[in-house]
């Protein structure tokens, strides 16, 4: 059982398009961290949120952290075929951290 | 900086045999977690080690075993391997427990 549903599961999208993620949860968290994770390759941390209603911008990605820090949200503006990969949102609580089941992105040119 | 090293990249076993992974991790840093990432469970938590001490376990059976040595390098061991192993392990390092991870590019199992 994943204590961290991440949606949608799968997303084909156009260059250019916009796009958003999330990342929920009933959990209360201390932090959560976005990855991605590129075939064949380990993940690589984009972002740490620590805040509720904290937002972050990573150029063209802009993370956000529900106000109650139970959920999170990944927005890409005109996306290009780089940002292909495996979005992973990872909750840490006191005792825990725990991955999401992941976003599969495809960005076609 | 070097990054996480993972040896080897990808192994085949038959059923029954027995794996050592082995991890490499960023110098200074003395957490190593490792997880099982599967198409179908994602990353799943395997257990986590710091300063030679084993701090946090998954819900993995006691096939699934692992080290840290004094210099934070890390092995992990499964025995009597089952086709359901078959799996991606990643290592990762990080300053602490919790702190953001640093991940190595993983070991490719396949279990036949």
């Known amino acids: 059982t994943q204590l961290l549903e991440q949606s949608p599961q799968f997303l084909s999208i156009q260059e250019g398009e916009n796009l958003t993620v999330y990342c929920n949860s009933s959990?209360?968290?201390?932090?959560l961290q976005w990855y991605r994770q590129e075939p064949g390759e380990g993940p690589v941390l984009l972002v740490t949120?620590?805040?509720?209603?904290e937002v972050k911008k990573l150029k063209r990605l802009t993370f956000q952290f529900g106000d109650a820090r139970k959920d999170s949200s990944l927005h890409i503006t005109a996306a290009q075929p780089g940002d292909t990969g495996l979005y992973l949102c990872?909750?840490?609580?006191?005792?825990?951290?725990?991955f999401g089941a992941g976003t599969r992105l495809t960005v076609k040119p | 900086k070097a990054g996480v090293t993972q040896t080897p990249r990808y192994l085949i076993k038959t059923r029954g045999q027995q794996v050592t992974l082995s991890c490499s991790p960023i110098?200074?840093?003395?957490?190593v977690s490792w997880y099982q990432q599967t198409p179908g469970q994602g990353l799943q938590f395997l257990f986590e080690?710091?300063?030679?001490?084993?701090?946090n376990k998954g819900n993995f059976p006691g096939r699934f075993s692992g080290r840290q040595f004094s210099n934070s390098r890390s092995e992990m061991n499964v025995s009597t391997l089952e086709l359901g192993d078959s799996a991606l392990y990643l290592c990762?390092?990080?300053?602490?427990?919790?702190?953001?991870?640093?991940f190595g590019n993983g070991t490719r199992l396949t279990v036949t």
């Open positions: 949120v620590v805040t509720g209603g």
């Open positions: 110098s200074g840093h003395r957490s």
């Open positions: 959990s209360v968290f201390s932090s």
């Open positions: 990872a909750g840490v609580s006191n005792n825990d951290m725990r």
């Open positions: 080690y710091f300063s030679e001490t084993q701090r």
């Open positions: 990762a390092s990080s300053l602490s427990w919790r702190a953001p991870l640093h």
